[in-house]
């Protein structure tokens, strides 16, 4: 018996049912990354961090916010943040899953309720239970369900604040939350709507503010933003009232004691924001993109969502991780995803659509799906 057998018989469990992970290195034409704008190899980005390194600026941060990791580049990123998205106040965090995490963790109180959409992220649940609320799970995007569920909380004698928690763009289903509705609710209840705009920032709304853009200002609406997926870089910005980010840094464990970002990293997300101001076109080609793949999978049973995040449900572990092999092997980077990623007989291919790809390669795709669903 080794000291971890048990380790090993949870990963002989996790092949027997075609469920066990494995790390490779990328190959083939891009379907399966989150660079929806193409700005991870932009040369943009590169320029300016090779600009902030010519001006000094320090590779790494050397310790936390709160001792002397607090660098020029994370205040300037951060009052930027808050201008571009319209919000009060913004804080860096070094990563998406960090911020959701430290968020949770830190903001509802003890007798407060947590309402999450059922489909949330995993790293919202991480920190749903290191929080003092209450949490539970309300329908995927069914606005009456989170109002029927604070109701009936507050009938049974919840006198703390709701906290409602969604996606406005759900990274396995490409669908959108009815924010407005969700909006309304939080009012009535005299609540706080926390959005995860992780999937819509850069890629929806005026010059790529995201679907929560019309939103942003208020005082009970919190968005999460990151920095890793159409912004191209990496890290995550949490926007809102200026008492949300004191009280991060100073309740936000998460925050406190991690080591800061790298400054040459806000200096990159920096040049991001610019970005998605000054190349609307990259937005326009990246809608053209999800019109002409919707047309060409349609065929092959992949549905119309409107968004870059096309699932083509089949249902069977095995059988998802077969055909994703197979579209692999034609040179298509499309991966499968399979529980607890998903909910179990719901495994699919997450197609991704990304300015890293074209039209033609869409439609080279279409003809090897269907193939390999043949």
Same mark, same amino acid.
């Given at each position: 018996m080794t000291a971890f057998a048990a380790h090993r018989a949870d990963l002989d469990r996790l092949s027997a049912s075609a469920r066990?992970? #494995?790390?490779?290195?990328?190959?083939?034409?891009?379907?399966?990354? /989150?660079?929806? &704008?193409?700005?991870? #190899?932009? *040369?943009?980005?590169?320029?300016?961090?090779r600009d902030a390194l010519a001006r000094g600026v320090a590779p790494g941060s050397g310790g936390s916010r709160l001792l002397r990791g607090n660098d020029p580049e994370h205040e300037a990123l951060e009052a930027e943040a808050a201008t571009f998205f319209g919000s009060e106040a913004a804080l860096f965090f070094s990563s998406g899953f960090a911020a959701n995490a430290t968020l949770f963790a830190a903001l509802p109180q003890r007798g407060d309720l947590i309402v999450h959409d059922a489909l949330i992220h995993a790293s919202a649940h991480d920190g749903m239970r290191l929080s003092r609320a209450t949490a539970s799970a309300a329908a995927h995007n069914d606005a009456q369900a989170f109002d029927d569920m604070i109701g009936h909380w507050r009938a049974g004698g919840g006198v703390g604040r709701p906290w409602i928690a969604v996606e406005s763009l759900y990274s396995m289903d490409g669908d959108r939350a009815p924010l407005d509705d969700l909006l309304a609710i939080a009012e009535r209840h005299d609540g706080v709507l926390l959005i995860d705009e992780a999937?819509?920032?850069?890629?929806?709304?005026?010059?790529?503010?995201? &679907?929560?853009?019309? &939103?942003?200002?208020?005082? /009970?609406?919190? #968005?999460?933003?990151?920095?890793?997926?159409? *912004?191209?870089?990496?890290?995550? &910005?949490?926007?809102?009232?200026?008492?949300?980010r004191d009280f991060l840094v100073n309740r936000g464990r998460g925050f406190i004691f991690s080591t800061a970002p790298s400054p040459l990293i806000a200096a990159a997300v920096r040049e991001s924001l610019s970005i998605l101001a000054d190349e609307p076109e990259r937005r326009d080609r990246l809608q053209a993109l999800v019109a002409v793949a919707e047309a060409a999978l349609a065929p092959c049973g992949v549905l119309p969502t409107g968004s870059q995040i096309l699932p083509l449900m089949i249902g069977d572990d095995a059988r998802t991780m077969a055909v994703a092999a197979a579209v692999q092997a034609a040179g298509f980077d499309v991966r499968g995803i399979r529980p607890p990623t998903v909910p179990p007989g719901t495994s699919r291919?997450?197609?991704? *659509?990304? /300015? /890293?790809?074209?039209?033609?390669?869409?439609?080279?795709?279409?003809?090897?799906?269907?193939?390999a669903l043949r």
């Amino acid at each position: 018996m080794t000291a971890f057998a048990a380790h090993r018989a949870d990963l002989d469990r996790l092949s027997a049912s075609a469920r066990r992970r #494995t790390l490779r290195t990328r190959a083939g034409i891009d379907f399966a990354s /989150n660079d929806y &704008l193409g700005l991870a #190899t932009s *040369l943009r980005l590169g320029d300016a961090i090779r600009d902030a390194l010519a001006r000094g600026v320090a590779p790494g941060s050397g310790g936390s916010r709160l001792l002397r990791g607090n660098d020029p580049e994370h205040e300037a990123l951060e009052a930027e943040a808050a201008t571009f998205f319209g919000s009060e106040a913004a804080l860096f965090f070094s990563s998406g899953f960090a911020a959701n995490a430290t968020l949770f963790a830190a903001l509802p109180q003890r007798g407060d309720l947590i309402v999450h959409d059922a489909l949330i992220h995993a790293s919202a649940h991480d920190g749903m239970r290191l929080s003092r609320a209450t949490a539970s799970a309300a329908a995927h995007n069914d606005a009456q369900a989170f109002d029927d569920m604070i109701g009936h909380w507050r009938a049974g004698g919840g006198v703390g604040r709701p906290w409602i928690a969604v996606e406005s763009l759900y990274s396995m289903d490409g669908d959108r939350a009815p924010l407005d509705d969700l909006l309304a609710i939080a009012e009535r209840h005299d609540g706080v709507l926390l959005i995860d705009e992780a999937h819509a920032t850069g890629v929806f709304g005026a010059d790529g503010r995201g &679907l929560a853009g019309h &939103l942003e200002g208020r005082d /009970n609406v919190v #968005t999460l933003r990151t920095c890793g997926k159409a *912004l191209g870089s990496e890290g995550a &910005l949490v926007c809102g009232p200026a008492v949300v980010r004191d009280f991060l840094v100073n309740r936000g464990r998460g925050f406190i004691f991690s080591t800061a970002p790298s400054p040459l990293i806000a200096a990159a997300v920096r040049e991001s924001l610019s970005i998605l101001a000054d190349e609307p076109e990259r937005r326009d080609r990246l809608q053209a993109l999800v019109a002409v793949a919707e047309a060409a999978l349609a065929p092959c049973g992949v549905l119309p969502t409107g968004s870059q995040i096309l699932p083509l449900m089949i249902g069977d572990d095995a059988r998802t991780m077969a055909v994703a092999a197979a579209v692999q092997a034609a040179g298509f980077d499309v991966r499968g995803i399979r529980p607890p990623t998903v909910p179990p007989g719901t495994s699919r291919l997450r197609i991704s *659509l990304t /300015n /890293n790809a074209t039209p033609a390669d869409v439609a080279a795709l279409a003809g090897v799906l269907a193939e390999a669903l043949r």
